[in-house]
Structures are given as structure tokens and as C-alpha cells.
């Protein structure tokens, strides 16, 4: 089959190449992926860079999420699935990514893709919908809530406002220009505020004091804002980590009597991960999920690709595996 493989970590048109691989067979429990469409996330030019660098197991083959049709099942796998559409979410935990024609996942982690959703929704979940969703639920309920998006036009961002909103909180989210601004807005937000505004705090304040979660893109730019919304009801989760840690002010998180959490999807308990997309599947059904802007590549430009995301492209970019 062809892949877009590296053998070693560096700049995506030093190291990242298409070529001829053995087609992966499933073994016990997992099922094969004729992939149609691989999803590229920050956390996968991170790995290939070498930033957050994984062992290569001979050679890897990049992107975690993407959507295909399933094509074989191992030993235990109910072989109906086969011709099944399905939405992927950690193949590249293993070498197996999605940037291939064939990818193999164990078998909950090919989920299905609900009647009428796109296989572009599908190649967007994975880490941005589950991600937001952790940040969401790991500490309760939510229905009836305040929560703040952080970000509200980048693809964690989008997620967590179209879940929380299917879930039944009130959400506000920041953004940075008018154009994001309307992306939040589509999105289902409630408030949207655009933070370089002498008003934000103010809005914020009116929307929701204390918010009972913020979803947190930037701790070390947001925290005293954060803090400034926040009490004994309030837990901010971070989920993305940038080049300057916060200083943590100690005595003011006390006041605030507030929680903080940190989120890195690969840790989370593979039962909450499981839940996470049984969830997401409800919430599309339902219609509450929708895309993001898409930038699409073709296999060949898998390296643009990656460098577009790594240059911080507003919407979703994808890649069409022919």
C-alpha cells in the first residue's frame, strides 16, 4: 500500500515521504481500515517534529484520526463490520497511521459513523472532539452549567462549545478577530467575546461569576483572567501546553478556592475514551456536531500539509487517501 512514512523526526519535507509498505493485516480483536480521509492535529506534527517525539517502531507513519471503511476483522471481531464506515481515533499510537491507504486500530477504536455524517466530520473527531470532551467531563455533569471556551474557533475549541451546548451548560468563548468570531458563533456560543476588547472581563463577568468550567487553550496568557472568573464551583482544564509556563499564583488560586486540571488525551483511562466517543456519536446524531472550514491536500502534499497546521491554519486541514 502507500503511506506517508518517517524514519526519524525532523521538518516535515526533510523526513515525512510516500512510499510502497505491506498492507497491515488485523490480528485478534482489531479491525482493518480502507482509509478515505486522515485528519492532521497539532499533536501529530508535534510527534513527527520530534517535539514530543514517540519511539519510531522501524518506521512511522503519521496522523491519529481519520475516517475509512472497514475492509477486514481479526479473531473476535463481529465480521458484519465489514463495509462498515467508521471514524478513528489513535492509530498512530502505533506505527499504523492514518496517512496510509490502510490503517489497523483495535476495534473501539473504529467507531461508527452515524447515517448522514460526512467522513470529513468523521477525519475532524478524534483528538479535538475527545479532548474537548475530557475537559468538559472529567470533574461532572454539566447540564445546567457556565462554561468558557478558550479559543473558540480552533477545532478543540469548536468541539467543546457544540458539546457542552448538546449537553445543556451556557457557553461563552473568546476569540481573537472577527472572523473567528463568527466561526464561535456558528459553532452554537451563547456569548462570544473578543478578549483584546477593553470590555471582555466585564462581559464575561455579566455572562457567568463564578463559571463553573473553563476550557483553557493558553493558562500562561489567560490565568489571571481566568482567576478573575473564578470560584469555589470553578475548574479551569488546560489542554494545550505553550512555549512559556505559567507562574502560578498561589495565594490567588486560594481565594478563588478553584481547581485546575491538565489534560494530555494519552493518559485519560481508555473506558473514558470509549465513553468519550459513544457520546460524541449521540452528539451527532443529533445533529450538534457540525465541521469546521476545511483545508483539503491531496496524499501527495502530506508535508504541506503538516507545515499548514503547524503554521496555526484557522479550520480543519485534511488529507483525501487515494
Same mark, same amino acid.
Given at each position: 500500500?502507500?503511506?506517508?512514512?518517517?524514519?526519524?523526526?525532523?521538518?516535515?519535507?526533510?523526513?515525512?515521504?510516500?512510499?510502497?509498505v505491506d498492507r497491515p493485516e488485523p490480528t485478534a480483536g482489531e479491525v482493518r481500515v480502507r482509509v478515505c480521509v486522515s485528519g492532521v492535529n497539532p499533536t501529530d506534527y508535534k510527534t513527527r517534529s520530534g517535539a514530543t517525539a514517540r519511539p519510531i517502531d522501524g518506521f512511522q507513519i503519521p496522523n491519529q484520526d481519520g475516517a475509512g471503511i472497514v475492509d477486514a476483522v481479526g479473531e473476535g471481531v463481529d465480521p458484519a463490520r465489514v463495509g462498515q464506515e467508521v471514524w478513528i481515533w489513535f492509530a498512530a499510537t502505533r506505527r499504523w497511521g492514518t496517512a496510509a491507504q490502510w490503517t489497523v486500530?483495535?476495534?473501539?477504536?473504529?467507531?461508527?459513523?452515524?447515517?448522514?455524517?460526512?467522513?470529513?466530520?468523521?477525519?475532524?473527531?478524534?483528538?479535538?472532539?475527545? %479532548?474537548?470532551?475530557?475537559?468538559?467531563?472529567? @470533574?461532572?455533569?454539566?447540564?445546567?452549567?457556565?462554561?468558557?471556551?478558550?479559543?473558540?474557533?480552533?477545532?478543540?475549541?469548536?468541539? *467543546?462549545?457544540?458539546?457542552?451546548?448538546?449537553?445543556?451548560?451556557?457557553?461563552?468563548?473568546?476569540?481573537?478577530?472577527? &472572523?473567528?468570531?463568527?466561526?464561535?458563533?456558528?459553532?452554537?456560543? &451563547?456569548?462570544?467575546?473578543?478578549?483584546?476588547?477593553?470590555?471582555?472581563?466585564?462581559?464575561?463577568?455579566?455572562?457567568?461569576?463564578?463559571?463553573?468550567?473553563?476550557?483553557?487553550?493558553?493558562?500562561?496568557? +489567560?490565568?489571571?483572567?481566568?482567576?478573575?472568573?473564578?470560584?469555589?464551583?470553578?475548574?479551569?482544564? $488546560?489542554?494545550? *501546553? $505553550?512555549?512559556?509556563?505559567?507562574?502560578?499564583?498561589?495565594?490567588?488560586?486560594? +481565594?478563588? +478556592?478553584?481547581?485546575?486540571?491538565?489534560?494530555?488525551?494519552?493518559?485519560?483511562?481508555?473506558?473514558?475514551?470509549?465513553?468519550?466517543? @459513544?457520546?460524541?456519536?449521540?452528539?451527532?446524531? %443529533?445533529?450538534?456536531? $457540525?465541521?469546521?472550514?476545511?483545508?483539503?491536500?491531496?496524499?501527495?502534499?502530506?508535508?504541506?500539509?503538516?507545515?499548514?497546521?503547524? *503554521?496555526?491554519?484557522?479550520?480543519?486541514?485534511?488529507? &483525501?487517501? &487515494?
Amino acid at each position: 500500500m502507500k503511506a506517508a512514512v518517517y524514519t526519524r523526526t525532523g521538518a516535515a519535507r526533510d523526513v515525512l515521504h510516500l512510499e510502497e509498505v505491506d498492507r497491515p493485516e488485523p490480528t485478534a480483536g482489531e479491525v482493518r481500515v480502507r482509509v478515505c480521509v486522515s485528519g492532521v492535529n497539532p499533536t501529530d506534527y508535534k510527534t513527527r517534529s520530534g517535539a514530543t517525539a514517540r519511539p519510531i517502531d522501524g518506521f512511522q507513519i503519521p496522523n491519529q484520526d481519520g475516517a475509512g471503511i472497514v475492509d477486514a476483522v481479526g479473531e473476535g471481531v463481529d465480521p458484519a463490520r465489514v463495509g462498515q464506515e467508521v471514524w478513528i481515533w489513535f492509530a498512530a499510537t502505533r506505527r499504523w497511521g492514518t496517512a496510509a491507504q490502510w490503517t489497523v486500530v483495535p476495534q473501539e477504536q473504529a467507531v461508527p459513523l452515524p447515517a448522514g455524517a460526512s467522513m470529513d466530520l468523521g477525519a475532524s473527531l478524534g483528538v479535538p472532539a475527545m %479532548t474537548a470532551h475530557r475537559c468538559l467531563h472529567a @470533574d461532572g455533569p454539566i447540564t445546567g452549567k457556565s462554561v468558557l471556551v478558550a479559543g473558540g474557533a480552533g477545532a478543540v475549541g469548536h468541539f *467543546a462549545i457544540e458539546l457542552a451546548r448538546h449537553d445543556g451548560a451556557r457557553v461563552a468563548t473568546t476569540v481573537s478577530s472577527t &472572523d473567528k468570531a463568527s466561526l464561535a458563533a456558528a459553532a452554537g456560543a &451563547d456569548l462570544v467575546v473578543n478578549y483584546r476588547k477593553d470590555d471582555a472581563r466585564e462581559q464575561l463577568r455579566r455572562f457567568a461569576a463564578p463559571m463553573d468550567r473553563i476550557v483553557e487553550v493558553n493558562l500562561a496568557a +489567560n490565568l489571571e483572567l481566568d482567576l478573575s472568573l473564578s470560584g469555589a464551583t470553578t475548574t479551569i482544564v $488546560t489542554f494545550a *501546553a $505553550t512555549a512559556e509556563d505559567p507562574a502560578l499564583p498561589v495565594r490567588a488560586c486560594m +481565594n478563588a +478556592n478553584v481547581t485546575l486540571r491538565f489534560v494530555l488525551l494519552y493518559g485519560v483511562p481508555k473506558d473514558e475514551l470509549t465513553r468519550a466517543a @459513544d457520546d460524541i456519536n449521540r452528539a451527532i446524531v %443529533t445533529g450538534a456536531l $457540525t465541521e469546521l472550514p476545511v483545508h483539503r491536500f491531496s496524499f501527495d502534499d502530506i508535508a504541506a500539509a503538516h507545515e499548514a497546521v503547524e *503554521a496555526g491554519i484557522v479550520g480543519k486541514v485534511l488529507v &483525501d487517501i &487515494d
